[in-house]
């Protein structure tokens, strides 16, 4: 019996039955055969060992893909639970999850001894071992009754859950590789031998299932590539990150704080506010260009408007509620339900449209206390909101003109980025004629302006497809900020309208757009990015004074006020120390200019300028360097 196997190519070739993917990447080529970890049949992720069955389309998955790559670290996830069960023994290691994530994978285990990052170590050095002793990763499928079975002889409560949750349709598989099984989809490597570079990177706990209310695990992250070289550039990489974390700057250069006073909630210092401040600035300098028209929403509304709007239906999990006078008010998580009020306000009429309305509007939305990060995942944070609300014909002019207001936006901070349209979800609200209207304008501007775009197939949010914004760090990780979400469903929810030419009422529709999406995690974003150098118009202190003696501290504060009056952020080092230390310390809080003074500069009237990455600039008059920084900073490079 022959089966018809469809190429991406195109090309079909026939293979006798039982051939196995593995053996049909070879009848294409030794390379690939040698690249090859896993195939898609008919878009279904197998094992190369598994037999090609039926007419099929197949393609192979190699190591130097997305989908290689996410394999090989599940298998070398596999690779580590062997080795911890190796050195704890069975009875005491519990096996819960261990998937991929980005960079890397994790495993969640209760184990009997609390483990250090020191035990690491000793995991890696067994796992070696099991690459060398190479062992086959066979997949076996049983029935839901055998792999209870399996799990109840093993004493293993978590995986015994697992299943007991698991759809009834469900095909259960188990992975045996040597001594070691686990219960998993796969696919897999076909070998641990597989497997040639590894870094386990550290232990943190974690909730089984997510769920306070379960028990503490613990949770072994590690990562792995192919090849030795990627590993170690990675973890270069993550020893970069750790000198640019954004907590550690904030800290040392007075930008932000925490406390147990408000978990999740940050608190700005004075250098935080300075570049918060300029940020909203530039925001506001472009928008006013593009005719936006900025308003303020109230932090608390009436339970009923987030019925109306429908973020009680999807999202109440996730906000804080109160009463007053009897009545349940809520914190609001987004601004647009108040956007829609101000609208209504008014009688509009369609010369009127597109209204651009603006807003840095504070929302508090709950997170876990284990998902606080520092200001990349917070508990209250201002969104640079706007909605525009547009005629049906303008919706494709407007979403490009954004398009082109967030590419200035990014061009300013040296962002590349890339663009994700995201399709109707299955908590979806509204029709699915209005979904395929909105789905299909966005695909339009996009196709139109031959942009690169990938498709997300039901990520976009409840009440419209949505356009996201990726952009790269100077350590070229990946950041979600800016989105724009396309709305026919809250307009009918408000009952907004606007009258027409024909003096008949009509539906609006709205586009969400957000550029910085969180301006406090913009701000984290920021200070990695620039690893605390922030260029001068952001930079918290522009400038410092260092007087070479006490003798000069009058001039210091001479110039100080001459710079400050220029509207230049400064400050004069008046300690009692030596200059090279304060050089080195201005030098350690990044500061873009150092303004040495002393006998010499006080006589005629000057500054010695240190410039930051550029070194000594000479002498200038205080009013040549304002003049500079001046135009440097209205630059913005």
């Given at each position: 019996?022959?089966?018809?196997?469809?190429?991406?190519?195109?090309?079909?070739?026939?293979?006798?039955?039982?051939?196995?993917?593995?053996?049909?990447?070879?009848?294409?080529?030794?390379?690939?055969?040698?690249?090859?970890?896993?195939?898609?049949?008919?878009?279904?992720?197998?094992?190369?060992?598994?037999?090609?069955?039926?007419?099929?389309?197949?393609?192979?998955?190699?190591?130097?893909?997305?989908?290689?790559?996410?394999?090989?670290?599940?298998?070398?996830?596999?690779?580590?639970?062997?080795?911890?069960?190796?050195?704890?023994?069975?009875?005491?290691?519990?096996?819960g999850i261990g998937p991929v994530i980005d960079d890397g994978f994790y495993y969640d285990m209760d184990i009997e001894k609390p483990l250090s990052t020191e035990d690491l170590t000793a995991i890696e050095q067994e796992m070696g071992k099991i690459v060398q002793e190479n062992f086959p990763i066979q997949r076996r499928v049983v029935s839901r009754e055998e792999a209870a079975a399996i799990f109840?002889e093993k004493n293993d409560p978590l995986k015994l859950e697992l299943i007991r949750d698991l759809p009834e349709e469900a095909v259960l598989t188990i992975y045996e590789q040597g001594e070691f099984l686990d219960l998993c989809r796969g696919p897999h490597l076909p070998s641990t031998g597989r497997i040639k570079a590894f870094k386990l990177l550290n232990v943190a706990g974690a909730y089984w299932?997510?769920?306070?209310?379960?028990?503490?695990?613990?949770?072994?992250?590690?990562?792995?590539?192919?090849?030795?070289?990627?590993?170690?550039?990675?973890?270069?990489?993550?020893?970069?990150?750790?000198?640019?974390?954004?907590?550690?700057?904030?800290?040392?250069?007075?930008?932000?704080?925490?406390?147990?006073?408000?978990?999740?909630?940050?608190?700005?210092?004075?250098?935080?506010?300075?570049?918060?401040?300029?940020?909203?600035?530039?925001?506001?300098?472009?928008?006013?260009?593009?005719?936006?028209?900025?308003?303020?929403?109230?932090?608390?509304?009436?339970?009923?408007?987030?019925?109306?709007?429908?973020?009680?239906?999807?999202?109440?999990?996730?906000?804080?509620?109160?009463?007053?006078?009897?009545?349940?008010?809520?914190?609001?998580?987004?601004?647009c339900p108040g956007h829609m009020l101000i609208f209504k306000n008014s009688l509009r009429s369609y010369r009127e449209l597109p209204i651009r309305l603006s807003e840095f509007g504070q929302v508090h939305r709950h997170e876990l206390s284990g998902a606080l990060n520092g200001m990349m995942r917070v508990r209250t944070f201002c969104q640079d909101d706007a909605h525009l609300f547009v005629r049906?014909?303008?919706?494709?002019?407007?979403?490009?003109?954004?398009?082109?207001?967030?590419?200035?936006?990014?061009?300013?901070?040296?962002?590349?980025?890339?663009?994700?349209?995201?399709?109707?979800?299955?908590?979806?609200?509204?029709?699915?004629?209005?979904?395929?209207?909105?789905?299909?304008?966005?695909?339009?501007?996009?196709?139109?302006?031959?942009?690169?775009?990938?498709?997300?197939?039901?990520?976009?949010?409840?009440?419209?497809?949505?356009?996201?914004?990726?952009?790269?760090?100077?350590?070229?990780?990946?950041?979600?900020?800016?989105?724009?979400?396309?709305?026919?469903?809250?307009?009918?929810?408000?009952?907004?309208?606007?009258?027409?030419?024909?003096?008949?009422?009509?539906?609006?529709?709205?586009?969400?757009?957000?550029?910085?999406?969180?301006?406090?995690?913009?701000?984290?974003?920021?200070?990695?990015?620039?690893?605390?150098?922030?260029?001068?118009?952001?930079?918290?202190?522009?400038?410092?004074?260092?007087?070479?003696?006490?003798?000069?501290?009058?001039?210091?504060?001479?110039?100080?006020?001459?710079?400050?009056?220029?509207?230049?952020?400064?400050?004069?080092?008046?300690?009692?120390?030596?200059?090279?230390?304060?050089?080195?310390?201005?030098?350690?809080?990044?500061?873009?200019?150092?303004?040495?003074?002393?006998?010499?500069?006080?006589?005629?009237?000057?500054?010695?300028?240190?410039?930051?990455?550029?070194?000594?600039?000479?002498?200038?008059?205080?009013?040549?360097?304002?003049?500079?920084?001046?135009?440097?900073?209205?630059?913005?490079?």
């Amino acid at each position: 019996m022959w089966i018809k196997v469809t190429l991406p190519s195109g090309n079909v070739r026939e293979f006798s039955h039982g051939t196995t993917i593995e053996q049909v990447a070879g009848s294409i080529s030794s390379g690939l055969k040698k690249q090859a970890v896993a195939g898609l049949v008919n878009g279904v992720p197998t094992d190369l060992s598994r037999p090609v069955e039926e007419d099929c389309v197949l393609e192979i998955i190699t190591l130097d893909s997305k989908e290689g790559l996410e394999i090989y670290r599940h298998s070398t996830a596999h690779l580590m639970a062997q080795a911890v069960k190796r050195i704890y023994g069975e009875e005491s290691v519990k096996l819960g999850i261990g998937p991929v994530i980005d960079d890397g994978f994790y495993y969640d285990m209760d184990i009997e001894k609390p483990l250090s990052t020191e035990d690491l170590t000793a995991i890696e050095q067994e796992m070696g071992k099991i690459v060398q002793e190479n062992f086959p990763i066979q997949r076996r499928v049983v029935s839901r009754e055998e792999a209870a079975a399996i799990f109840e002889e093993k004493n293993d409560p978590l995986k015994l859950e697992l299943i007991r949750d698991l759809p009834e349709e469900a095909v259960l598989t188990i992975y045996e590789q040597g001594e070691f099984l686990d219960l998993c989809r796969g696919p897999h490597l076909p070998s641990t031998g597989r497997i040639k570079a590894f870094k386990l990177l550290n232990v943190a706990g974690a909730y089984w299932r997510g769920d306070s209310d379960n028990k503490m695990l613990q949770r072994i992250y590690g990562t792995a590539f192919p090849k030795k070289a990627q590993l170690d550039e990675h973890l270069d990489m993550l020893e970069e990150a750790k000198k640019r974390d954004h907590r550690k700057l904030g800290k040392e250069l007075g930008l932000f704080m925490f406390s147990e006073e408000a978990p999740g909630m940050p608190f700005y210092l004075p250098g935080g506010m300075a570049v918060r401040n300029e940020l909203e600035s530039f925001s506001r300098e472009l928008q006013a260009k593009e005719d936006y028209e900025e308003v303020r929403t109230p932090l608390m509304m009436n339970q009923r408007l987030w019925e109306q709007s429908g973020h009680w239906d999807h999202y109440r999990d996730n906000m804080y509620f109160t009463d007053v006078d009897e009545t349940k008010f809520a914190l609001k998580p987004m601004n647009c339900p108040g956007h829609m009020l101000i609208f209504k306000n008014s009688l509009r009429s369609y010369r009127e449209l597109p209204i651009r309305l603006s807003e840095f509007g504070q929302v508090h939305r709950h997170e876990l206390s284990g998902a606080l990060n520092g200001m990349m995942r917070v508990r209250t944070f201002c969104q640079d909101d706007a909605h525009l609300f547009v005629r049906p014909d303008q919706i494709e002019e407007e979403i490009s003109r954004v398009i082109s207001l967030i590419d200035q936006f990014y061009q300013v901070f040296g962002f590349e980025y890339s663009m994700e349209l995201s399709t109707r979800p299955e908590d979806s609200m509204g029709s699915e004629e209005l979904w395929d209207q909105a789905e299909n304008a966005l695909k339009s501007v996009l196709e139109r302006r031959g942009a690169e775009y990938r498709l997300s197939e039901g990520d976009g949010a409840f009440y419209g497809p949505k356009i996201d914004f990726h952009i790269r760090d100077a350590l070229k990780r990946s950041w979600q900020c800016a989105t724009i979400q396309l709305d026919f469903q809250m307009p009918e929810k408000f009952g907004l309208s606007y009258i027409g030419e024909d003096n008949l009422k009509h539906r609006p529709v709205v586009i969400h757009r957000a550029v910085y999406g969180s301006i406090d995690r913009f701000i984290g974003i920021l200070t990695e990015h620039y690893s605390g150098q922030f260029p001068l118009w952001l930079a918290p202190v522009q400038a410092k004074v260092l007087p070479v003696s006490d003798n000069y501290l009058d001039y210091a504060m001479q110039v100080r006020k001459e710079l400050l009056d220029a509207g230049i952020r400064i400050e004069v080092d008046g300690r009692s120390e030596k200059l090279g230390y304060k050089i080195r310390e201005a030098q350690m809080e990044k500061v873009p200019y150092m303004l040495i003074v002393g006998e010499n500069e006080r006589i005629q009237g000057t500054v010695s300028i240190r410039k930051r990455g550029e070194g000594d600039l000479g002498g200038r008059s205080v009013q040549e360097i304002a003049e500079h920084m001046l135009a440097e900073m209205k630059s913005r490079t």
